[in-house]
């Protein structure tokens, strides 16, 4: 696993945030959040972030999401190209579901062809429990969501 610690975001991370975004779903269907979008995403209520910061400093993958009564949101999770298959998107993960372990149920939304990231939400033993059609991307070029979602009662040691 890559060396990286994980700190909380604040506002002021906004703008690397939204470079970093870009990098990660800009050829995607996901549209890449701007800096202005980061920082209202940021003051919604029960948002939180986290940054992956490697020894050089420089944000290599973040997770934001959102706590709302007895569920959980991640609204975005993402690692820079160079960085994946390094671990650091398990570590954003552990970190995010040990905050919210009293939150009885995390959801969240991945492309369908985002092989990836779902086998690493399956490997968290997230299940598929809906679908949003053309969910991502813009005009002709849409691509279908799958809601996924952790329910912390049913959860394997």
């Known amino acids: 696993m890559m060396g990286v610690t994980i700190e909380v975001v604040g ?17 995607l269907p996901e549209t890449p959040w701007s800096e202005t979008a980061m920082r209202t995403i ?5 948002a939180s972030g986290i940054v992956a910061i490697p020894d050089n400093g ?6 934001i999401g959102r706590e709302m009564a007895d569920e959980a949101e991640i609204l975005t999770l993402c690692v820079a190209p160079e960085s994946r298959r390094a671990g650091v998107a398990q570590k954003l993960l552990n970190h995010f579901l040990a ?3 009293a939150t009885r149920r995390v959801v969240l939304e991945v492309a369908v062809d985002n092989t990836p990231a779902i086998g690493l939400y399956d490997g968290f033993q997230f299940h598929q ?23 912390s009662t049913n959860i394997v040691p």
Do not use: K, Q
């Open 11 to 27: 506002l002021e991370m906004a703008a690397p945030l939204a470079v970093l975004h870009t990098a990660c779903f800009d050829p």
């Open 42 to 46: 940021l003051r919604m209520p029960g």
């Open 58 to 63: 420089v944000p290599t993958g973040f997770l």
């Open 99 to 101: 905050r919210v372990s």
């Open 129 to 151: 429990v809906g679908r949003r059609p053309n969910y991502y991307g813009h005009g002709a070029d849409r691509t279908d969501a799958i809601i996924m979602a952790r329910d």
